[in-house]
């Protein structure tokens, strides 16, 4: 995709693309979800650092689940906070 495509298919400014490309900017959540649409993918994948972590693994791994899958995996998680009485944020 061009820079030209980019700023069509996501609507914002050139200028604005331009400053958000060199961090110049902090994009709002709109911002970031044209950008995630624009580039075929989720909003976390603009948004998570490239290093990697557990909770980018674990993104990685679920991102193909189904919504019932993912419920269950939920749930899951919910009951082992419960079981440790730790809940960080």
């Known amino acids: 995709?061009?820079?030209?495509e980019f700023?069509?298919?996501?609507?914002?400014?050139r200028g604005y693309v331009s400053e958000l490309e060199r961090g110049l900017v902090v994009p709002s959540l709109d911002v970031l979800g044209r950008v995630a649409a624009a580039l075929g993918?989720?909003?976390?994948?603009v948004v998570l650092l490239p290093?990697?972590?557990?909770?980018q693994h674990l993104i990685s791994l679920t991102r193909h689940l189904?919504?019932?899958q993912l419920r269950g995996l939920?749930?899951?998680v919910e009951e082992m906070?419960?079981?440790?009485?730790?809940?960080?944020s």
């Open 1 to 4: 995709m061009t820079f030209v």
């Open 7 to 13: 700023v069509a298919e996501t609507e914002l400014g």
């Open 41 to 45: 993918v989720d909003v976390c994948d």
């Open 51 to 55: 290093e990697d972590s557990a909770r």
């Open 66 to 68: 189904r919504q019932s």
């Open 74 to 76: 939920l749930k899951e």
């Open 81 to 88: 906070v419960k079981r440790t009485g730790s809940h960080e």
